[in-house]
């Protein structure tokens, strides 16, 4: 793992690496935040999972986590949202190839060789995550935007023991049932459709699937809400499922990163409540 | 003015705006954030100031500031550095053209007919804010980033009614004693350097400018502390005016946007408390 940059803020340290990724066969960047707390011992750990174009930099650049994840003693991991480079598939369109990995491991050519995001967020790096940094592997979260409120969803209903706790912002709740899935889980996945569940929120919710409850908010002047995002979706698998889910809709609001750093403290303080909270036993 | 971006943002309005400058007979681009409570009323008005090879949008996506802005009352008004475009003046350095005005206005060719930043920044932006926008133009304040912490300074001690409140991150305090202004200085404004000194904080201090109190942050971990920034030398000019001077040395903190989201609390809250308090009548 290397050092690209390194910057001090809110008396933690903001981090970008680099690392040979063995799930994609690329080099991968990611960011770490990591608070000051650190020094008294291992910190709870927020994954933060980006939307389609979006590299490990936007929501470091323009969340506007650090403060209060400073405060709160959370560090923050954020990684890219597909392999990239040279070599790699691509395609011409924003929603499709390098930038919109959709958190999945690619069964169908051209894809194949390198688009494992999945195993990559979550196994690869995670591993990679509790060697090199002072995590505490026992609390951890994970949230997202769009496409990776997506990815958040689904990786916290298929591991709800590593997950204590999960949210979204404007996520993708039921890709097998919009445009930007359809389109991204045949090209990845194939037409087979029954490959697609694992990775659609809703469908595992449906299945079986269960995390103690959910957060999620949704700007009400999203250009994407009623065409892909449909949190309605959620609202009814949760509400059949049983599952505590907390909706919001914020009128005015659209799918920028100024939506986001909205609502990011509210986020912090729902996930630091969870993760900080006694354990189980 | 033609609006080019608005985005809903901690209950306030993050927008960009272009104009056509009469200053630098150019389209200019600044942000503006207006908080909501300009819905009651006039706001005030805090301008920042961007450093070398910024535009408007670099404090705007990664300073930090609308969330207390929007707290405080305060709107943020981020012009560009310099005028930009094919028929504009131009180095291939970072420190020289655009993206480099140091906030003169230029006297020498070729930079003379567009680089006219001071006329722009001083005078014929303030008007337009103050025709289009919520601005309190009674209460304003002035802050800024390396070249635009000397803006700021400069800017303040040249206008000290105008401005209730100033302050700087890691500025250029002494421009015309360190490289990167001996160098614009020379090419904007000419070898006489008596022309300098109404754009040097120091040399204007000397020359019995004053203001209130000011705010300095400076990271000690600063690639450009010694060379170009040298904070001691207005740390001794207002010790001989009598210029009270908040001067911090920040341990591991360097010339980044992650030092100053770190500080822009503090900043926010130094000019609130002196553009909310009640006028000296």
Partial sequence: METLSQWR????????????STSTGTPMTFAVFVPPQHEA???PV???LSG??????????????QALAAELGLMIVCPDTSPRGEGVADDPAYDLGQGAGFYVDATQAPWSPHFRMRSYVERELPALIAAKFPADVRQQGITGHSMGGHGALTLALRNPKRFRSVSAFAPIVAPAAVPWGEKAFTAYLGHDTSHWALHDACALIHAGARVPDILVDQGGAD???ESQLQPHRLADACAAAGIPLTLRLHPGYDHSYYFIQT????HLHWHAERL??????
């Avoid at 803020?9 to 040979?20: D, E, F, K, N, P």
């Avoid at 389609?52 to 986590?65: D, I, Q, R, S």
């Fill in 41 to 43: 011992g291992f910190v």
């Fill in 52 to 65: 389609l174009t979006c590299t490990h930099a936007n929501v470091m650049e323009k969340g506007g986590y």
């Fill in 223 to 225: 250009s994407f809400l």
């Fill in 9 to 20: 803020c809110h008396g933690g340290t903001q981090g970008v690496y680099r690392h040979h």
């Fill in 263 to 266: 609502f990011m403290p509210d």
């Fill in 46 to 48: 927020l994954w933060f």
């Fill in 276 to 281: 900080m909270a006694s354990p189980a036993g």
